[in-house]
């Protein structure tokens, strides 16, 4: 090669890189010139596995020919959408004020099960799936769906779907491998560096899609005979020729599945995904996702002018295990990255506004005041600021739960509940259900079938009653999660939030813009009976307020707030008009 054409490629490559350089740096600009809307960081998320929460319709619970021989905890046990649906018909999640609803996946599902160590597991859980274009009848039809969350939005609950890109459902007693073009069953991932997450199977039960790949494949031969045999081959390839011509994409694996999950939004109103294994995927695709998903949603919207009062843009929440706040784990203390060990990622900058927040069970062991105040900062001031967290004290296959023996009921509730960053009821937190099981082997303890027979009992109605309290301050209160906040007494514990009137949302009303400003103040470990409360400057005198967890109407007067009530806690907003 001579000196010139040499020169010539080296500025060419240059110019490429550049080229790349400044349009990821144009991306995160614009990325972090958006801040999250304050609904989302306030948002009661009732988080439920499908299949163990309301059995709707007893007729479907055994699809397939799947039989009740699976190891404890690990075969179906009849939940299905119409159960939710008429969880929700029934008020249940209004009570509780929950404002977003979010399932396993409803995908159809493999249709056998896999055999280990632990015996016979059945995919109840929702994460094999086999087509991504059905609904696994277990869970009920695609009106099933519909309705579920034509219901949903009919109460204001939006509906989050969960969804997945990194893996299939593994090949069993009845259901054919997937190509190897598609996906790889070695090597068993390992964590220490950013391709042994991403170039992997999670576990020898699950098979790796080949996400790094823009190599063109063809459909899997199963899903070409499925198909056919129901009868839509033709407008499933159709669909998918006009998918690939409108954006051009490579029919790769990881692309049919973006046209997949997002057909559910444009059908049917999802308003957005909570996406598993976030990590184990190269972040690029899930900005792809998050697009495509938008665009899908806005079609949804123009059709449904009317399915809520304000309209939001589609929302994304990743699973990043070991993704937390204030330095937890695998995330550098000041920042909002991920660590590979070789590699940083932040998540936020591919399309997510908000992430599960992994460290919220173990801090839950601190001090309210700890948790609190360090979460505030961190969202207002700190590396998260203008993005979205989301907190638990239970999850579906976190091993480290927090009070998983339910010792210390309330408390749980008060901190989860009362945190900054949305949260995350997970099935049964408000009625205590049993996360300790006998015979159940690894994560399949917390996924016991809900405990509805165990609301006849005071001491749980007692609990659900402490959890509805506490939910509704919250859903009428942007603060409690969004806003600011400040500890004003230690003992008893009373802090106030604030949300100023300039964090406005990116939601479009219909009316006109409401103010986002306002105001509570928390009192905690007070004297049962009369108690006087300083009003801090938090409000003004002959403002009314309410108190949410006894439901008493008060006035400021002379810089204080006096009431009569048997319990030792204070919830203090603006009464509403």
């Known amino acids: 090669m001579n000196s010139i054409k040499r020169k010539f490629l080296t500025c060419f490559l240059f110019s490429l890189t550049l080229l790349s350089f400044e349009q990821s740096i144009a991306r995160q600009q614009d990325t972090a010139s958006k801040s999250i809307d304050p609904f ?94 059905a609904v696994d009848p277990n869970f009920g039809t695609e009106n099933d769906l519909r309705n579920m ?6 109460h204001g609950i939006r509906v989050l779907a969960d969804v997945i890109i990194n893996h299939t459902g593994p090949k069993t007693n009845v259901d054919g491998p997937w190509p190897s073009d598609w996906i790889r069953t070695q090597p068993t991932c390992q964590w220490h560096s ?27 031969k199963f899903l070409i005979e499925k198909w056919r045999k129901e009868g839509r081959l033709e407008q499933e390839t159709n669909e998918l020729d006009a998918f690939f011509e409108r954006t051009n994409l490579a029919r790769s694996p990881k692309n049919y599945v973006v046209k997949w999950l997002t057909d559910w ?19 690029e695709i899930w900005q792809v996702l998050k697009e495509e998903a938008s665009t899908a949603f806005k079609q949804w919207q123009s059709k449904n002018p009317d399915a809520f009062e304000e309209d939001k843009d589609f929302f994304m929440i990743g699973e990043v295990m070991h993704f937390g706040v204030d330095g937890f784990k695998n995330t550098p203390k000041g ?40 979460y505030s900062k961190e969202l207002n001031q700190g590396p998260l600021k203008g993005v979205g967290i989301l907190n638990y004290i239970v999850s579906h ?23 900054p960053g949305a949260a995350q009821i997970y099935y049964g937190d408000e009625i205590a259900r049993n996360l300790i099981v006998k015979g159940a082997t690894g994560d399949a303890t917390w996924r016991s079938f809900m405990n509805w027979k165990d609301l006849k009992n005071k001491e749980t109605q007692d609990l659900l009653t402490h959890w509805k309290k506490l939910g509704q301050f919250r ?16 003992k008893p514990y009373i802090f106030s939030r604030t949300l100023a009137s300039d964090q406005r949302n990116n939601s479009e009303s219909k009316s006109e813009s409401k103010s986002q400003q306002d105001r509570v103040l928390v009192g905690l470990g007070l004297n049962k009976g009369k108690k006087t409360l300083s009003a801090y400057g938090i409000f003004r005198n002959g403002e009314i307020l309410q108190d949410y967890y006894s439901n008493t109407i008060v006035t400021v007067k002379k810089g204080k707030v006096s009431l009569n009530s048997e319990y030792k806690i204070v919830l203090l907003g603006l009464a509403s008009q």
């Not at 046990?77 to 996946?105: H, N, S």
């Not at 969350?149 to 009919?154: G, K, S």
């Not at 939004?265 to 972040?283: C, L, M, N, S």
């Open 335 to 374: 920042t909002r990255l991920y660590d590979y060990g070789d590699n940083k990622v932040d998540f936020f900058n591919f399309g997510f506004d908000s992430l599960i927040n992994m460290g919220f069970a173990t801090h839950a062991n601190g001090s309210m005041e700890d948790i609190f105040s360090t």
């Open 397 to 419: 296959d976190d091993p480290e739960p927090y009070d998983k023996e339910h010792q210390h009921s309330y408390k749980a509730a008060l901190k989860l509940m009362l945190a």
């Open 40 to 133: 989302w960081n306030n948002a009661i998320v009732y988080f439920m596995m499908t299949d163990r929460f309301s059995n709707g319709d007893t007729s479907n619970d055994q699809s397939f020919g799947r039989k009740p021989d699976g190891g404890v905890l690990r075969n179906f046990m009849g939940g299905d959408l119409k159960g939710v649906t008429q969880k929700i018909e029934e008020g249940y999640f209004d009570a509780l004020g929950v404002e977003v609803i979010w399932m396993t996946p409803v995908n159809e599902q493999i249709h056998g099960y896999w055999q280990d160590e632990w015996g016979r597991s059945y995919p109840f859980h929702g994460y094999w799936i086999k087509d991504w274009t």
């Open 194 to 220: 950013y391709q042994e997450n991403v170039k992997c199977a999670l576990a020898t039960s699950i098979t790796d899609i080949r996400t790094e790949s823009d190599t063109p494949v063809e459909l899997p």
């Open 265 to 283: 939004v444009r059908d049917y109103g999802i308003d957005g995904f909570r996406v598993d294994t976030a990590k184990h995927v190269e972040a």
């Open 475 to 490: 859903k009428e209160h942007l603060s409690v999660g969004a806003g600011v906040h400040k500890m004003h007494n230690e």
């Open 149 to 154: 969350i034509q219901t949903a939005h009919e």
